[in-house]
């Protein structure tokens, strides 16, 4: 089981990036796949997720109405869209993939995945 993200960068504040988070070795169909980051100096955080069983998706109150996470069931992939970017938002970013099926809701918590990428650098300049 390996997840590997892809898509980060350095870009100014209120860009884009759009963060991919692929599957090898197993089917994201009935798993759920969160987004994390964690920047210098503090605790990683949840930042959205998505239910592949159901659809559900939720957003950390940080990047709502700014980010979009979505799936792609034909590549085995997910995707982190991340629009009005600021500079708080830079981090390393992290999916994660946690065996479902799990229906009407989405993990947020770092200790409720059990599966990592090794993460992706994301900095915004100001």
């Known amino acids: 089981v390996q997840l590997v993200e892809s898509g980060g960068g350095l870009v100014q504040a209120g860009g884009s990036l759009r963060l991919s988070c692929a599957a090898s070795?197993?089917?994201?169909?009935?798993?759920?796949i969160g987004w994390f980051r964690q920047a210098p100096g503090k605790e990683r955080e949840g930042v959205s997720g998505?239910?592949?069983?159901?659809?559900?998706?939720y957003y950390a109150d940080s990047v709502k109405g700014r980010f979009t996470t979505s799936s792609d069931n034909a590549k085995n992939a997910v995707y982190l869209q991340m629009n009005s970017l600021k500079p708080e938002d830079t981090a390393v970013y992290y999916c994660a993939a946690r065996e479902g099926p799990i229906r009407g809701w989405v993990p947020s918590g770092v200790i409720e995945y059990d599966f990592w990428g090794q993460g992706t650098q994301v900095t915004v300049s100001s």
């Open positions: 070795g197993f089917t994201f169909d009935d798993y759920a």
């Open positions: 998505i239910s592949r069983s159901d659809g559900t998706t």
